[in-house]
C-alpha cells in the first residue's frame, strides 16, 4: 500500500496499519498479504494523530487452481480383455506428472463395446475387438488408445448341495 499524510508540512508522516480480524492478512512495511480467506478491515492511522485515520475493507480470496495441461496421455487397464456384459475401468497416465487427466472417452464400435465418455469405464456388449480412445479435454490434440478384446463371460458352474430326502410309497395289488 502506498500512504500520503497530509499537510505535506506535518512534523509526523509515520502510520500505524492494522487489520481487524488478525489472521486473514500479514502486514509488513507497505505490504498486505493475504494469508486465509475472509474479509477484513484495514485501518491506517497517522501516529502523529490517532484520529486521523482511513478505513477500507479487503477481501482475500483462494488463489486460482494451476492447470498443468498434459503433453501425453497413456491409457491404463488391469487386462485389455472384458468379459462379455462386464465392465472394465480404464483409466489415464499423463505427463508431465500432476498433468490434468480430464478426458473424453469414446469407443469404435459401440456395438461391441461402450465406454462412459466421462470415467473411462467399458461395458463388453457383443464378442469382438475395439478401440477405445481417450482425449485430453484440455488439449485436443493429446489422446491415447487401447485396444480391448470382449470374450465370452465365463460359464459359472453352480454347485447346488442336497437340503433333504422325500420318499413316497406306492403299493402295488
Known amino acids: 500500500i502506498t500512504t500520503e499524510v497530509t499537510p505535506s508540512n506535518a512534523t509526523n508522516k509515520n502510520v500505524r496499519v492494522t487489520a481487524n480480524p488478525a489472521g486473514i492478512v500479514e502486514i509488513s512495511t507497505k505490504t498486505i498479504k493475504g494469508v486465509a480467506e475472509g474479509e477484513v478491515t484495514i485501518t491506517v492511522t497517522a501516529v502523529g494523530d490517532t484520529t486521523v485515520k482511513k478505513e477500507f475493507k479487503l477481501v482475500v480470496k483462494p488463489a486460482p487452481a494451476v492447470i498443468i495441461t498434459p503433453e501425453t496421455f497413456t491409457i491404463r487397464a488391469a487386462k485389455a480383455e472384458v468379459e462379455l ?62 485396444e480391448i478384446t470382449v470374450i ?11 437340503t433333504g430326502i422325500t420318499v413316497t410309497l406306492s403299493s402295488s395289488e
Not at 473424453?104 to 477405445?132: F, P, Q, R
Not at 465370452?152 to 442336497?162: G, T
Open 152 to 162: 465370452p463371460a465365463e460359464e459359472v458352474i453352480v454347485d447346488i448341495q442336497p
Open 85 to 146: 456384459n462386464k465392465n472394465l475401468n480404464l483409466s489415464i497416465d499423463a505427463t508431465p506428472e500432476g498433468a490434468n487427466k480430464e478426458a473424453t472417452w469414446t469407443s469404435s464400435d459401440e456395438s461391441i463395446a461402450t465406454v462412459n465418455a466421462s470415467n473411462g469405464m467399458v461395458l463388453g456388449k457383443a464378442e469382438g475387438k475395439v478401440t477405445i480412445t481417450a482425449t485430453s479435454t484440455r488439449v485436443p490434440t493429446v489422446s491415447a488408445s487401447i
